[in-house]
């Protein structure tokens, strides 16, 4: 067996393909980073390190790194013949990924089974988006691939400087995926659970996990501390995105029917595994694009259209909106066009323009005062 994974990063290399190894497949990555596809090739193993209690290292073998900047060709030829497809390389680079997934099942016999193609993204609906890229330019291939949707949860924080293409993640992971779209024949990936329903899955986790890991990072960064578990120390910190979790557990049990004293749980779990002191993390990595993740469908604005939809309260998650606005970090191209915007543009336009909303939308006057708001302090800098 065999599976390509676009994206040899540390998520890559610490979750995806760890786990696609240990699935017994031959393992190939696809980067465009010359550096790491060219110290990937240099080594035989790396190890995975897992910080924290009850973590363990684990070695993974049985890999090569494949170029896709410089050589297409290859990557197309690996998809050609591969079992798996996965990917993690951020929502916005799937359309750059696709033409070598097109070119791949343009050049596989139609005597193998369909390729199991699966977006490891902080996303909803990831595979979805990699499946429309993929129809833009050739939609006869599609029938030559099986499309599952997934939810993935693991901390990968920074690496220490010198590791090589080692990585350290976090002990806890969890990654589930659409059982349908493979009709039974599903892919070996020990520790991943398949169901009939992702959308509570993702959902859960988006509104949890990233919801709660960026409000912690944006908070933290207004009060002036560098590192998460710093400002999970912090007893203010916790409160507001205790707050702003409480309300994204609301709309969990609202939409999908989730048990509010399980959420709870979950709840806790998640604050325990950001405080990880063996992790260390920053504010400024977790913070960083701050534009994607007050766009309408991520991690702050979903869950409180879908409150504000429903009369349940917002003002948490708005808080937290405003924190993210605040986000003033120079070595981060989205920190720095959005502040530039709030120098520049009018709230209006700005709110409408970052978050999606539209004017008449119950949670649209609550965060275009959070804009003006801004704008006024930039004003009086």
Request: glycine share 8%; aromatic share 6%; with cysteine.
């Amino acid at each position: 067996m065999k599976a390509v994974h676009f994206g040899a990063g540390n998520i890559g290399r610490g979750f995806v393909g760890l786990l696609l190894h240990e699935g017994g497949y031959e393992l190939v990555f696809s980067d465009v980073a010359d550096a790491l596809v060219d110290a990937i090739n240099a080594t035989q193993s790396y190890t995975v390190r897992e910080a924290g209690p009850g973590g363990v290292n684990r070695i993974v073998t049985g890999y090569r790194a494949v170029n896709s900047k410089t050589d297409p060709d290859a990557v197309a030829d690996e998809v050609a013949t591969a079992d798996v497809v996965t990917c993690a390389v951020g929502p916005t680079v799937l359309r750059f990924i696709a033409p070598a997934i097109v070119a791949g099942l343009a050049r596989r016999s139609p005597d193998l089974a369909p390729l199991k193609v699966m977006a490891c993204e902080n996303a909803i609906g990831a595979t979805d988006q990699l499946r429309a890229e993929i129809e833009k330019l050739d939609p006869s291939v599609t029938d030559r691939a099986a499309f599952a949707n997934t939810a993935v949860d693991r901390i990968v924080p920074a690496q220490p400087e010198g590791g090589g293409v080692d990585v350290t993640v976090e002990p806890y992971f969890e990654w589930a995926i659409e059982s349908t779209p493979f009709a039974g024949d599903l892919p070996s990936i020990p520790g991943a659970h398949f169901v009939d329903d992702l959308g509570p899955y993702i959902e859960r986790k988006l509104f949890t996990v990233n919801t709660g890991h960026a409000a912690t990072a944006y908070f933290g960064a207004q009060a002036g501390h560098v590192r998460i578990s710093d400002a999970l120390a912090d007893p203010s910190i916790v409160a507001r995105v205790g707050a702003a979790l409480e309300e994204t557990s609301a709309v969990l049990s609202a939409v999908h029917g989730l048990d509010p004293a399980e959420l709870a749980e979950y709840r806790a779990t998640i604050l325990e595994r950001f405080r990880n002191p063996e992790l260390v993390d920053t504010v400024q990595r977790v913070g960083r694009q701050p534009l994607r993740k007050l766009s309408r469908n991520e991690r702050f604005i979903g869950p409180a259209v879908q409150a504000a939809e429903r009369g349940l309260s917002t003002s948490a998650l708005v808080a937290a909106v405003a924190a993210a606005v605040a986000f003033d970090d120079e070595s981060d191209e989205q920190s720095v066009e959005l502040q530039r915007m709030l120098r520049s543009e009018d709230a209006d336009v700005l709110t409408a323009t970052v978050t999606g909303l539209e004017p008449e939308h119950p949670l649209f006057d609550a965060v275009h005062e959070v804009f003006a708001a801004r704008q006024e302090e930039l004003r009086t800098l």
